[in-house]
C-alpha cells in the first residue's frame, strides 16, 4: 500500500489477557517506530527498528512490552497480561532510515482499551 | 538530553486568520531536525513541515510556514489564512541522527480549533 498500516484499528481487551498489534511500513522503508500516545499526551517511544540492527528497546514500559519485525518489514508489538493503564492509541511509524532524508510517515493507529 | 516544549495546550483562531504555535526545544547537538505533525480528529499523524537545522532559511508548505531561531532553540509553526480542516493537534518534533539511530522526541501538542 502506499501508507503505513496498522491492525486492528480498535482493541478491546480484558485485563490480563495478552493482545498483538500489527504494523506495515511503506515499502522500502527500514527505519520502523513504535509509540504509545495516551488520553491528552504526546507521543511516548516505545521501540525502533532499522534494518537488520538490534532494536533500541530503551522506551518499553516493562518487560510485559516487546516487538519483533520479521523480515524488515511488518512489526508485532506484544503486550503481555494487559493492565488498564496500558489503554492508549498505539502508533506505528516507518522512514527510510537515512539521515538526510528522514521523515517519519505514520499509521492510523491502534486504540486499546482494556477494560 | 533533548527536551521539545509546546507551552500552549489549546488555541483556537477565526478562520481566515492567522496563528502561531509556538516550540522551543533544548539540545546541545548542532545537527538536527525539526518537525511539525498534525493530529486531525481522525488520528492519522500528517507531516506537516520539516525544517534542517543547518539551513538558515525557514521552510514554508502553501499556508504553513516556520520561524526557525537556532540560537533561542524556537520553532514556531505560523498558519495562515487558517480553514476549518487546520482543526487538530499539532506536535513539534525533534529528530537527531546518533551512528544508524534516529532519536525523535515529540512535544505535549497544541489543540488548535479554527473557528467559522
Known amino acids: 500500500g502506499a501508507g503505513v498500516s496498522q491492525s486492528p484499528s480498535n482493541k478491546v481487551t480484558e485485563k490480563g489477557k495478552d493482545v498483538e498489534l500489527r504494523c506495515d511500513p511503506i515499502?522500502?522503508?527500514?527505519?520502523l517506530y513504535w509509540y504509545r500516545q495516551s488520553l491528552g499526551q504526546g507521543l511516548e517511544f516505545l521501540i525502533y527498528f532499522q534494518g537488520n540492527s538490534a532494536p533500541d528497546k530503551s522506551g518499553l514500559p516493562s518487560d510485559r512490552f516487546s516487538a519483533e519485525r520479521t523480515g524488515g518489514s511488518v512489526s508485532t508489538l506484544t503486550i503481555q497480561r494487559t493492565q488498564q493503564e496500558d489503554s492508549a492509541v498505539y502508533l506505528c511509524?516507518?522512514?527510510?532510515?537515512?539521515?538526510?532524508?528522514?521523515?517519519?510517515?505514520f499509521g492510523p493507529g491502534t486504540r486499546l482499551t482494556v477494560l | 538530553a533533548q527536551t521539545v516544549t509546546q507551552s500552549q495546550p489549546e488555541m483556537s483562531v477565526q478562520e481566515a486568520e492567522t496563528v502561531t504555535l509556538s516550540c522551543t526545544y533544548d539540545t546541545s547537538e548542532s545537527n538536527y531536525y525539526l518537525f511539525w505533525y498534525k493530529q486531525p480528529p481522525s488520528r492519522q499523524m500528517i507531516l506537516v513541515i520539516r525544517q534542517e537545522a543547518y539551513k538558515q532559511q525557514n521552510a514554508t508548505e502553501n499556508r504553513f510556514s516556520v520561524n526557525f531561531q537556532k540560537a533561542a532553540k524556537s520553532f514556531s509553526l505560523k498558519i495562515s489564512d487558517s480553514q476549518l480542516g487546520d482543526t487538530a493537534m499539532y506536535f513539534c518534533?525533534?529528530?537527531?541522527?546518533?551512528?544508524?539511530?534516529?532519536?525523535?522526541?515529540f512535544g505535549t501538542g497544541t489543540r488548535l480549533k479554527v473557528l467559522a
Open positions: 518534533a525533534f529528530m537527531k541522527a546518533y551512528s544508524g539511530t534516529y532519536k525523535y522526541i
Open positions: 511509524a516507518s522512514s527510510l532510515g537515512q539521515t538526510s532524508t528522514d521523515t517519519q510517515y
Open positions: 515499502s522500502g522503508h527500514t527505519a
